[in-house]
């Protein structure tokens, strides 16, 4: 997402939560990019990572491909070819990522640097990356995706008729589970792509595996790469450990350990994007 005719200064690559759907953060895309133009004088490009079937795939691709459900680690290893593929070495990129994407961030954040690409700065916005079973939302839901990972018919059986309703039915659906929210109809269109019975698959066998792997604290020493990076937490936030923020605050110092003063929740792109965009820009500036 760009601005047309414009030579680009740098690139914003956003690492979404769960669901990873570049859908939701399209709002917070384009009033990020107008926001860095106005204040930091920059032409950038904004580029969204979906996770591996977090979306529909289109038509005319692999139907087996389709069906295939995917671990925490191979949605790491799909970042990292995402760069290689797509970016270039003399790109200044800044990183962003939301949720579990900061995890991600902070696996692959290490080996771009040492490739040698630029990374200016990595923000990591209501970061989800240690102790994930102990949060208040971790200590139920960990029973209930574990349950539909060991029986999975019971999640066919709740999700099939997705498939068979109508795209009206299914907005219709999300609107009224969006309603007060005042969120934008990017946020609707993303939440419809969720109705669908591989992609509910592919978020559930994602959470079962980040229970598991994000149980503990964070093997990588954060020291190593603090000067370029911001933990952003939110006041309250149920996916992560009561404490968390004030005990990385204390580990890591004010530089690199933010806590929101905005009242912005953990799922900021449905009702929040403003606030954040404000936020993201004053971090970035930091860099």
Known sequence: MKEKGIKIDAKIVMIPGNPGNEGFYEDFGRQLIAKVARDKNENV??????????????QGLDERQSHEVYLLSDQVKQKINFFKEYLSKSDRIYLISHSIGSYMALQILPILQSEG???????????????????????????IFKFFHIFPLCLILLTFWFNFISETTKRKICKWNLEGSNSHD???????????????????????????????EHPIFLD??????????????HWVPHGSAERNLQKYGPKCVKIDEHGCKHAFVVSHSEPMVDVVVKLLNEF
């Open 117 to 143: 690409y630029n990374i200016v700065g990595c923000c990591a916005l209501f970061p989800v990356f240690e102790f994930l079973p102990k949060s208040s939302q971790g200590l139920w839901m960990k029973h």
């Open 186 to 216: 990017c946020i609707l269109e993303s939440a419809v792509e969720l109705l669908n019975i591989n992609v509910i698959k592919n978020i559930n066998h994602m959470s079962v595996d980040e229970m598991t792997v994000i149980a503990d």
């Open 45 to 58: 490009e904004f580029i969204t990572i979906s996770h591996l079937n977090h979306v529909p795939l289109p």
């Open 224 to 237: 190593t790469v603090k000067d370029k990076l911001r933990l952003y937490y939110a006041v309250e936030d």
